[in-house]
C-alpha cells in the first residue's frame, strides 16, 4: 500500500526565538515519507503553505522537503521527542511495531466509507485525544495537532472482482499487518511486494490484484494497462494520517499562532479531500467514457458487498485489539463511533 505516495513529503516549521532581545527564525524540519513532486505535495506547496504564513503573520512558515531525508519514516516519533525534527506528518501505522494502537487508528482497513468518517472521528469522536495519549504513551515531548484523512484508495485487479466471493484464492499485494489479515480471512493470498514492484507483477500474473493507492495515483503509475478491472470506490483502506510537533516548537509559538496552525491543518485537510475525490471522480468519468479505447471495466461493490467485508474485517480488528490496553481502547473508540453513525448494529 503505497499511502503516503501522494502526500506532504516534509515541513520546516519556522518558530520565533528570543535572542539578544529580538525574535529570530528557527527552522525546525518536519519530516513526513514521499516525494515533494507528487501532485498533493505541489497543490500544498502553490495552495496551502502561504495562508499558514499569512495566518500566522509570518510566525509560522512551512518548507517542504523529501522525506526520509533525516531519519527513516519508523524513526520520525523518537527523532521528535528527542528534538532532532520539529515533527512528522505521516501515518500513525508507521509505528505499528511500537504498539498495534498505532494500527488501529492509523487504517481500520475495511472500516470506514469516507475520508470525511475519519475527520470526524479525530476532531469529534475523540480520536485526536486517542492519538495524544498513545503518543504520551512513548513519548514526553511530542504534541498531536492534527489527524485525519484526505483519500479513500482504490484497488487494482487484473481479473473482474464484483464481491467478496471473488476474492477467493486471488493472489493479491498486500503489506503486512491488517490489510493482509483481512484478505487472507477473506480467502485470497496476501503477497507483500514493493510499491515498486506492483505494475511488473501484475503484467507477469504474479499476482491478480492489488491494494496499492487512489485511483489517480494507481493511473499516474500505470497500473490500469495492465490490470484492466480496478474497483472504485475501493473496498478497503482508509489510510489516516497525523500532524505532530515538538512539544518545545509548539510551546514556543503564540496563541494565536497554535490556534491557527489546528485551524490551518483542518483546512487543509479538507481541501485535500475534496481535491483527491474530484482528480479520482475526474478520471474515472473519462475512463468510462473511453472504455472502447482502454478496456477498463471499473468495478462498484454493492453495499451487501462492502457490509460482508467489514463483517469479515471485525474479526482481525478484535484480535488486533487484544495485543495492547490502549489497542483495546483504540478499538472501543473506533467502535463505539462507527455505531453511533449508524455503520455497525
Not at 523518537?78 to 506528518?89: K, N, P, T, W
Not at 503518543?135 to 489527524?147: E, L
Request: hydrophobic share 45%.
Amino acid at each position: 500500500m503505497n499511502r503516503i505516495s501522494a502526500t506532504l513529503a516534509a515541513l520546516a516549521l519556522t518558530a520565533p526565538l528570543a535572542m539578544s532581545g529580538q525574535a529570530v527564525a528557527e527552522t525546525v524540519q518536519i519530516q513526513v515519507g514521499g516525494d515533494i513532486s507528487g501532485g498533493v505535495n505541489q497543490h500544498i506547496i502553490n495552495n496551502w503553505l502561504p495562508k499558514l504564513e499569512e495566518m500566522t503573520d509570518g510566525e509560522v512558515e512551512l518548507e517542504l522537503v523529501s522525506g526520509g531525508s533525516i531519519v527513516p519514516h519508523s524513526e520520525t516519533l523518537d527523532a521528535i521527542d528527542q528534538g532532532l525534527l520539529g515533527g512528522d506528518f505521516v501515518l500513525p501505522s508507521y509505528f505499528a511495531g511500537i504498539d498495534p494502537a498505532f494500527s488501529i487508528m492509523g487504517d481500520l482497513v475495511a472500516g470506514y466509507d469516507t475520508p470525511l468518517q475519519m475527520m470526524q472521528l479525530c476532531y469529534h469522536g475523540g480520536g485526536r485525544e486517542m492519538l495524544q495519549k498513545i503518543v504520551d504513551t512513548y513519548t514526553d515531548n511530542v504534541v498531536v495537532v492534527g489527524c485525519g484523512s484526505f483519500e479513500r484508495e482504490a484497488f487494482v485487479a487484473a481479473v473482474p472482482i464484483n464481491g467478496v466471493a471473488d476474492l477467493e484464492g486471488l493472489k493479491i499485494r498486500s503489506p503486512e499487518g491488517l490489510a493482509a489479515e483481512i484478505f487472507s480471512r477473506a480467502g485470497a493470498v496476501a503477497v507483500p511486494l514493493p510499491f515498486s514492484e506492483v505494475y511488473t507483477s501484475l503484467d507477469k500474473g504474479v499476482i491478480d490484484a492489488a491494494d496499492a493507492s487512489n485511483y489517480g495515483v494507481n493511473k499516474d503509475n500505470g497500473f490500469h494497462e495492465v490490470a484492466k478491472y480496478p474497483l472504485f470506490p475501493g473496498i478497503h483502506s482508509m489510510p489516516g494520517s497525523y500532524f505532530t510537533v515538538n512539544r518545545d516548537v509548539y510551546d514556543s509559538l503564540s496563541e494565536g499562532s497554535r490556534v491557527a496552525l489546528d485551524v490551518w491543518f483542518q483546512a487543509m485537510s479538507l481541501d485535500l479531500m475534496m481535491w483527491v475525490d474530484q482528480r479520482d471522480r475526474r478520471l474515472v468519468a473519462e475512463d468510462k467514457a473511453n472504455a472502447a479505447e482502454t478496456g477498463l471495466t471499473i468495478i462498484d461493490w454493492s453495499v451487501a458487498d462492502r457490509d460482508a467485508l467489514r463483517e469479515i474485517a471485525k474479526g482481525a480488528w478484535e484480535d488486533a485489539a487484544k495485543e495492547s490496553d490502549l489497542a483495546q481502547e483504540a478499538y472501543d473508540l473506533n467502535i463505539n463511533f462507527m455505531r453511533s453513525m449508524g455503520m455497525l448494529e
